[in-house]
């Protein structure tokens, strides 16, 4: 097998304009088939992407006997209990972020995949795989900023729709697991640890009972990390790191332009240096990478363990928001 054959759960709108399209230009990556609870727009998105095989069903694409991968890209609270379904039918998962609604959900599905050793489970937080982060992590490792102290990362959009699963709480909706998962993983991502403690604050919308402000303080002992994300606030997203001897600050951090070349800029000893990658598709890297995990059966490039650190600093920030102080892991 040189091809890994892929399987899409459901016809989300960000499953069809920026995941899928990048899966099909991978050279190892086939989108066989897609799903959705209605046959009808199965068969409009399958004729619309070129997929050859549509289900009417969730439960009959993780059934079939010719795919290899599911991608998960449901709403938050049916992450875990898909991905387990997908486990259960003998299918690796590439899952969105975040992996759960919860700690404690994230650890189930953890204490699930052990009883499938064979197969490949992974939270799709693609932005790792871009050459910019993997040049920043590289620096920071490298000293070339010298010792990390903090970290500001800022990430927005306004989003009111009401029909929008993210501005519904019933699915697990709002900014935190949206958006500031990012800034929480990319934090742990550079200082190589998970914090000690956390001190977090969240503004509800008072109709949807979402958070649409949420603002947190990753203290890791050796530096802290800062972010704000919002729901409710015009586009904007940027990223800063900051060493005692330097700095890097990206300009597009989590979703990068596919089709125009990105930059960031490191300053070191008073000057600053553009640099420039070329355009690329960092969810065609993510499935690129997931798919030779499972051909060349080795770990996963981001594990499972991870996605589960990542909810509980999360949790952990909304346990400060409600008691109003540091709270630890």
Same mark, same amino acid.
């Given at each position: 097998?040189?091809?890994?054959?892929?399987?899409v759960?459901? !016809?989300?709108?960000?499953?069809?304009t920026?995941?899928i399209?990048?899966?099909? #230009?991978s050279?190892?990556?086939?989108?066989?088939a897609i799903?959705?609870?209605s046959?009808?727009q199965?068969?409009?998105?399958a004729?619309q992407? &070129?997929i050859?095989?549509?289900y009417?069903?969730?439960?009959? @694409?993780?059934? $079939?006997?010719?795919?290899?991968?599911?991608?998960?890209? @449901?709403?938050n609270?049916?992450?875990?209990?898909?991905t387990? #379904? $997908?486990?259960? $039918?003998?299918?690796?998962?590439? *899952?969105?972020?975040?992996i759960?609604?919860?700690?404690?959900?994230?650890?189930? @599905?953890l204490?699930?995949?052990?009883?499938?050793?064979?197969?490949?489970v %992974?939270e799709a937080? %693609? /932005?790792?795989?871009?050459?910019?982060?993997?040049?920043?992590?590289e620096?920071?490792?490298?000293?070339k900023?010298?010792?990390?102290?903090?970290?500001?990362?800022?990430?927005? /959009?306004?989003?009111?729709?009401?029909?929008?699963?993210?501005?519904?709480?019933?699915?697990?909706?709002?900014?935190?697991?949206d958006?500031? *998962?990012?800034?929480?993983s990319?934090?742990?991502?550079?200082?190589?640890?998970?914090?000690?403690?956390?001190m977090?604050?969240?503004?509800?919308?008072?109709? /949807?009972k979402?958070?649409r402000?949420? !603002?947190g303080?990753l203290?890791?002992?050796? &530096?802290?990390?800062?972010?704000?994300?919002? !729901?409710?606030?015009?586009?904007?997203?940027?990223?800063?790191?900051?060493g005692? #001897?330097?700095?890097?600050?990206?300009? %597009?951090?989590?979703?990068?332009?596919?089709?125009?070349?990105?930059r960031?800029?490191?300053?070191?000893? &008073?000057?600053t240096?553009?640099i420039?990658?070329?355009a690329?598709?960092?969810?065609?890297?993510?499935?690129? @990478?997931?798919s030779?995990?499972?051909?060349e059966?080795?770990?996963?490039p981001?594990?499972?363990e991870?996605?589960?650190?990542? %909810?509980?600093?999360?949790?952990t920030?909304?346990?400060?928001?409600?008691?109003g102080?540091?709270?630890?892991?």
């Open positions: 097998m040189n091809q890994i054959r892929w399987g759960l459901s !016809t989300s709108n960000f499953a069809v920026k995941v399209p990048a899966i099909q #230009q050279e190892i990556c086939q989108v066989a799903s959705s609870r046959p009808e199965a068969e409009k998105t004729q992407l &070129g050859p095989q549509f009417g069903s969730y439960n009959e @694409l993780i059934a $079939a006997p010719d795919i290899d991968v599911i991608y998960n890209p @449901l709403p609270h049916l992450h875990v209990l898909w387990i #379904q $997908a486990l259960r $039918a003998g299918k690796h998962v590439l *899952c969105e972020k975040p759960s609604s919860d700690a404690d959900e994230a650890i189930k @599905l204490e699930e995949t052990r009883k499938y050793p064979q197969l490949k %992974m937080f %693609m /932005y790792r795989f871009h050459p910019q982060w993997r040049w920043t992590k620096a920071v490792e490298q000293g900023i010298g010792k990390l102290k903090t970290i500001h990362s800022f990430f927005s /959009y306004h989003n009111t729709d009401p029909a929008n699963i993210r501005n519904q709480a019933s699915s697990a909706g709002g900014g935190l697991l958006i500031g *998962c990012y800034s929480i990319l934090s742990r991502f550079l200082f190589g640890s998970e914090p000690e403690r956390i977090g604050s969240l503004e509800l919308d008072a109709q /949807y979402t958070d402000l949420a !603002t303080i203290d890791f002992g050796s &530096g802290v990390s800062i972010f704000t994300c919002s !729901t409710q606030l015009p586009l904007y997203q940027r990223a800063v790191i900051h005692d #001897q330097g700095r890097i600050e990206l300009e %597009m951090p989590f979703n990068p332009l596919p089709d125009q070349p990105s960031l800029w490191f300053t070191h000893e &008073g000057k240096e553009e420039t990658f070329e690329c598709n960092q969810y065609t890297i993510q499935a690129d @990478l997931f030779l995990a499972i051909l059966d080795r770990l996963v981001t594990s499972l991870d996605a589960v650190a990542n %909810m509980i600093s999360i949790d920030l909304k346990q400060s928001a409600k008691s102080r540091w709270e630890r892991p």
